[in-house]
């Protein structure tokens, strides 16, 4: 059936920690290398100063911090640091105060994995650090901030615990790569009173450069010795300045969310800027199961187990076969811009403490955060060949409505609901925002409600 309304309410609240954005302008915390180059540990590192290769074996003690701390200032620019088999400790805020580790320079840091075990373990991390908004913030295991270094930073074979607000958190660089990592034990902020901001990967900023790669990573959150947090999830990418954006072949396992890429290169637009984007960029994010229950907590309740929107100067987002759950509150997907592919996805959705999700795919409408536009619309783009099942609770496919003088006005996309998304049981199949034009919709399209003018849109 075809219904008509004239405007569809609807009240979002964001899931992004806004506390972040004035990280990324924070001066220099920690400081440079520790007085004197020579070895301060040779029984537990191999290599001096200037090598282009170093070997660390763990103590399991709070030296480990600075054996690392100190390797990675040591080593020369793109070199490597082999973390050897054992636990490297971090600090975990009762035996030892946590520590952050910085990365000012592009490094390989690989540790020990043999088949599906990982044998090379950082535990603990994430040091308070001032300042912030609302008071102190965990900043990490590790915190990269190059200077006057292009090559890349790649993390690979480690398997990280215990950490505490994030894994990494990137504030400038030329590259990131982080492949084959394990992420287990997530741990809260002590302080109850603050909001609890779990995200193991989070790049922020415009000196975020270079390409983003996460791959072949096992990613187990949710293990929380107390609340929820209150926002959680793999990796986000907000308002940093990459490349080519790769989320391809992890498994992530969560209560939140899972992939967050929210308004990359936005603040590298104008021709005056001299880093302005020349070369082609693509978002891929593909071949991840994802299996994410809505639990936020009450100040960041939106939940989606995938979310992208408002990315600017890409010229393709591809999102295939994910294997996606979704349980109790939330959606499946968020989506808004421009160029994006969405196909070969199959979406689960379950119930969760007497909750069904609230609908499967949001597209658009999306408020300003921190002050930018996140995505009021989606345009010239593909979605076909995706599979639904389960039940959700209102929604399939919902055009927001636009907000804050942002309208929703998607328009050029081809989008073929199929035969399953009808089967989620919703109270509307689709949904069809005020400003909407040459739109075309196939599939089975059971209940629509269609707020655009008569004949904008066809289906």
Known sequence: MRNRVVSVAYLWTASLALVFLTLSSMSPIAAESPPGQENPDPAHITGASGDAAMILTPR?????????????????????????????????????????????????????????????????????????????????TFRIQLKDDNHAVILENLWFRHWSCEV????????????????????????????????????????ARG????????????????PLAEDEQFMGIFTAN??????????IIGTDEAIEILMNRYGNTGPGDPAAAQTPAEIVVANNRIDVTGTPGPRWGGSWAILICGN??????????????????????????????????????????????????????????????????????????????????????????????????????????????????????LTLSQQMTDNVFSGDLDRIIDNANDGANKY
């Open 312 to 429: 600017l100067n890409v010229d393709r987002v591809l999102i295939k076969d994910n294997d996606v759950t979704k349980r109790g509150k939330g959606w499946g997907m968020g989506l808004s811009g421009a160029n994006m592919h969405i196909t070969g996805n199959t979406f689960r959705f379950e119930e969760h403490q007497q909750k069904l999700s609230r609908g499967a795919v949001t597209i658009g409408g999306y408020p300003l955060l921190a002050g930018k536009a996140m995505g009021s619309s989606l345009t010239n783009s593909v979605i076909k060949d995706n599979t639904f099942q389960g039940r959700v609770g209102e929604h399939g496919l919902f055009f927001m409505p636009g907000g804050q003088g942002f309208a929703n006005a998607s328009r050029g996309n081809r989008i073929d609901l199929g035969k399953s998304l009808v089967t989620l049981g919703a109270k509307t199949t």
């Open 211 to 226: 390409d983003f790669i996460a791959e072949d990573n096992l990613v187990e959150m949710g293990q929380y010795d107390g």
């Open 242 to 251: 990459h490349d080519n954006i790769r989320i391809i072949n992890n498994t």
């Open 60 to 140: 399991n003690d709070i030296e480990d911090h600075r054996n690392v701390q100190w390797a990675l200032n040591h080593t020369a620019p793109g070199g490597t640091v082999r973390l050897g088999a054992g636990t490297f400790f971090m600090g975990d805020g009762e035996t030892a105060p946590r520590k952050t580790a910085w990365i000012r320079r592009g490094l390989k840091v690989v540790g020990v994995k043999e088949g599906a075990i990982w044998r090379t373990i950082v535990r603990g991390g994430g040091e308070v650090l001032e300042p912030g908004v609302g008071g102190a913030l965990e900043g990490g």
């Open 168 to 207: 990494v958190f990137i504030l400038a660089s030329h590259g990131f790569e982080f492949r084959r990592c394990r992420i287990t034990d997530p741990v809260n902020a002590a302080d109850p009173s603050r909001i609890r901001f779990v995200h193991a990967l989070w790049t922020q900023g415009n000196d």
